[in-house]
């Protein structure tokens, strides 16, 4: 499977080129289920998306203290960058999926993509607070609090704006539409076309 939906690109797409695709949201923001549904549609092969939650249950399992100490995060996004570095390499599109709300987050990851000169874009995912909220309370998540997902919201409300998104190194930024705009996430993914 291609990175290109079938039938090549839909009017009015949104086309993100071959490169680093750096997702950007709070927890329950629709970032896990957006990926899904690209996936889902042919838009982007599962090996593109680099999860660090996904390397967090590999390598300890989903229930393990351990998996939640400076030295399990050291190793996860270790492994997180290692392997966008090697589809980076390859000249393959890598999504960086985690909460990258943070400066110092996108700084790590927007570093490996220039060492192999390729185009960092910013998928931001910003529901309104109260929605955010509700999709939390929906995931029934131990590992996040409602305080942590307040935490992230304004983290990225302050600093996660597009202009400062393109300041750090992003070549493009979109919103994804969500639940506000009246966009299922299937319905969202349509809206991009990965090359």
């Known amino acids: 499977m291609g990175e290109r939906p079938e039938g090549g690109i839909a009017d009015g797409a949104v086309v993100v080129r ?18 899904q549904a690209l996936i889902a549609g042919g838009r982007v092969d599962e090996d593109a998306v680099v999860s660090s939650d996904e390397i967090r249950a590999e390598l300890f399992g989903t229930s393990s203290a351990e998996a939640h100490t400076d030295a399990a995060d050291a190793r996860i996004f270790g492994e997180r960058d290692r392997r966008i570095a090697t589809r980076l390499a390859g000249g393959r599109t890598a999504v960086a999926e985690s909460t990258n709300v943070t400066p110092r987050a996108r700084a790590r990851l927007i570093a490996i993509a220039r060492r192999f000169d390729a185009p960092v874009t910013v998928l931001r995912f910003a529901p309104a607070l109260d929605v955010l909220l509700e999709q939390h309370a929906g995931r029934g998540r131990t590992d996040v609090t409602t305080a942590d997902v307040h935490a992230a919201a304004a983290v990225m409300a302050r600093h996660a704006g597009t202009d400062q998104l393109r300041s750090e190194g992003a070549h493009a930024v979109h ?12 319905e969202a993914a349509a809206r991009f076309c990965f090359t």
Do not use: I, M
């Open 175 to 186: 919103d994804v539409p969500g639940r506000r705009q009246g966009a299922t996430p299937a």
């Open 18 to 35: 071959a490169g680093l695709v750096l997702l950007v949201g709070p927890p329950a923001s629709g970032k896990s289920t957006f990926v």
